[in-house]
């Protein structure tokens, strides 16, 4: 009897994984600065913890989504306990490893910021 090949990640299921790599470090980024800044007087303080806490939380709107992608498409997510930026994920048969360059995760990380602060302007704006 033939044995049913594993069919491979698609590029929404990578992308998936990927975002439930990068976003928690994401979240932890900012919430460490909004605790900084929580410890600080300054005239803007409060606007800057405003707008930390609503980086949060479209951060985090972001990963439970992408869990739920995940859990949709019954992908299961193994993290590295030494290493934050690797996992291993399991579906349909198939066993994957993603593992993210720190250079490579800084440069992410520091590209979706951008574009969620741009979007946190754009709202402020109007």
């Known amino acids: 009897m033939a044995q049913l090949s594993p069919t491979l990640p698609t590029e929404d299921e990578i992308i998936a994984v990927k975002n439930a790599i990068l976003l928690p470090l994401m979240m932890e980024m900012c919430d460490r600065s909004c605790k900084e800044l929580e410890q600080g007087k300054g005239l803007f303080n409060k606007l800057h913890i405003a707008a930390a806490r609503s980086l949060i939380d ?24 030494e290493n934050k930026l690797r996992c291993e994920y399991r579906f349909r048969g198939y066993v994957g490893e993603m593992a993210l360059l720190r250079d490579v995760a800084k440069a992410e990380i520091a590209v979706r910021l951008g574009e969620y602060i741009k979007d946190i302007g754009a709202k402020l704006e109007g």
Not at 74 to 81: A, E, G, L, Q, S
Request: hydrophobic share 40%; aromatic share 12%; glycine share 0%.
């Open 58 to 81: 479209a951060i985090h709107d972001d990963l439970v989504a992408s869990k739920k992608f995940l859990f949709s498409r019954k992908i299961k997510m193994y993290p590295d306990p």
